[in-house]
């Protein structure tokens, strides 16, 4: 009876695999980190140098992190088996709670499973019918199905356009929105662009509206001290809320976080759903961020942050060098532009053969048509890495890229 179901799944399916939209997964046999080990097709181990992590400063192989979240989970335990209001709250959470507020010049921060899971949480809580969001075109999903969860009025203004944002605001203040908040990415991370988080807070301020910024992929490694996009532009008015993720730079394990003013946040610890009804994080994960947290703060992460800032322009300009189209900006993610699904899929393909890890990005995680292959450098990506990486693109990508236009 169900089998017309089960046909249709397996039709999308092959769909997905003609339009070479498939996103098969790349297995490692080797912790995470910029020389790693990944299973070829016939299972066999195969060096590669990795260009395609989140892991900006390289703490997620690091011995101290992994050190103290294998001590978090033998002194803490494995896990909860709790929600944090029924006995999922051990000090250890409350202290990473403490930590990323402080570092991140925040009254108070509360944890989540991921930031997904943050984002999902944020607005439903905090915004009514009555209120407004205004929110940037290229934000992440994860914030698109928070804000589809909220019942506040929803605008949306073409990424980073500031004539869009305040003819949005306009809008929004026509239609008597009370509260209208501000979301955006700091970091786009599939354009690898910053979001004018000053204009955007100097409209703010002229509409008295709040700001919230997903800082996935900023928080650890860019700006001063690796505070984030916030503390990068000088402008009035404040940023009311941050969410973030321990996935990423801040240790790479998962776990996400929205820091707040105290009110927001306790608000949040009584209603936001994803909180209130699923399990506390592991106290190795608690560990290992704590641990994550301290180095970037440190002097050290002073010196990672500017080791992975020559790596970024290293590895720029000589892809700008070879030709090869990608979008400009200065974060460490660079996209390499190819356009049809199928060319940047075997561009991947033949760059992995080359000994390079990086994957091709398709529709739904970008727009159709303009698929790409991001790479994302580390701090500890030497200079002999970004030589063999570019001497790759040289030798697999261009020559590609100029046979087929960017369409197979
Ligand atoms: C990675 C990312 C997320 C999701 O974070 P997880 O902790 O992995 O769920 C959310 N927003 C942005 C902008 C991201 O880059």
Redesign the pocket.
């Known amino acids: 009876m169900s089998e017309p179901f089960y046909a249709r799944i397996r039709t999308e399916l092959a769909r997905i695999d003609a339009e070479g939209l498939g996103k098969p997964e790349r297995v490692l046999a080797a912790p995470q980190g910029v020389e790693t080990l990944v299973r070829d097709a016939r299972g066999d181990p195969r060096a590669v140098l990795n260009f395609c992590a989140?892991n900006y400063l390289g703490l997620a192989g690091d011995a101290r992190v992994r050190e103290a979240a294998a001590r978090a989970a033998r002194d803490h335990g494995a896990g909860l088996a709790s929600v944090r209001f029924i006995c999922g709250t051990q000090e250890i959470h409350k202290e990473l709670e403490a930590e990323i507020a402080a570092y991140l010049g925040f009254e108070d921060a509360v944890l989540?499973a991921?930031?997904?899971?943050?984002?999902a949480a944020v607005f439903e809580p905090l915004l009514g019918e009555g209120d407004a969001i205004v929110s940037d075109s290229l934000?992440?999903?994860?914030?698109i199905d928070g804000v589809r969860l909220c019942k506040a009025r929803r605008y949306r203004y073409a990424s980073g356009d500031m004539n869009d944002l305040e003819a949005q605001l306009v809008q929004a203040r026509s239609d008597g929105a009370q509260a209208i908040l501000i979301a955006t990415?700091?970091?786009?991370?599939m354009d690898g662009k910053y979001a004018p988080l000053g204009d955007i807070r100097r409209l703010a301020e002229r509409f008295d509206a709040l700001v919230m910024v997903?800082?996935?992929?900023a928080t650890g490694h860019l700006g001063p001290g690796g505070r984030g996009t916030p503390a990068m532009f000088d402008a009035p008015g404040e940023v009311a809320i941050v969410?973030g993720?321990?996935?990423?730079t801040l240790s790479g394990a998962?776990?996400?976080f929205i820091a707040a003013r105290r009110e927001v946040a306790d608000l949040i610890r009584q209603r936001a759903r994803p909180y209130l009804f699923s399990n506390t994080l592991a106290p190795s994960v608690c560990g290992g961020a704590l641990e994550a947290i301290r180095i970037a703060r440190s002097p050290e992460g002073d010196e990672l942050r500017g080791r992975l800032a020559r790596a970024t322009q290293r590895f720029r300009s000589g892809i700008e060098d070879i030709g090869l189209p990608v979008l400009e900006g200065t974060t460490p993610i660079v996209p390499v532009m190819f356009g049809d699904a199928r060319a940047a899929q075997l561009a991947a393909a033949r760059l992995f053969e080359a000994g390079l890890l990086v994957t091709g990005f398709s529709f739904p995680v970008v727009p159709k048509g303009l698929a790409r292959i991001r790479v994302q450098l580390s701090a500890l990506h030497s200079d002999e890495h970004i030589d063999a990486a570019l001497r790759a693109f040289a030798a697999v990508a261009a020559p590609l890229l100029e046979e087929t236009d960017g369409r197979i």
């Open positions: 989140n989540f991921s930031c997904f899971d943050a984002n934000n992440h999903a994860s914030i990415d700091g970091v786009f991370s997903d800082d996935c992929h969410t993720t321990f996935g990423k998962m776990g996400g």
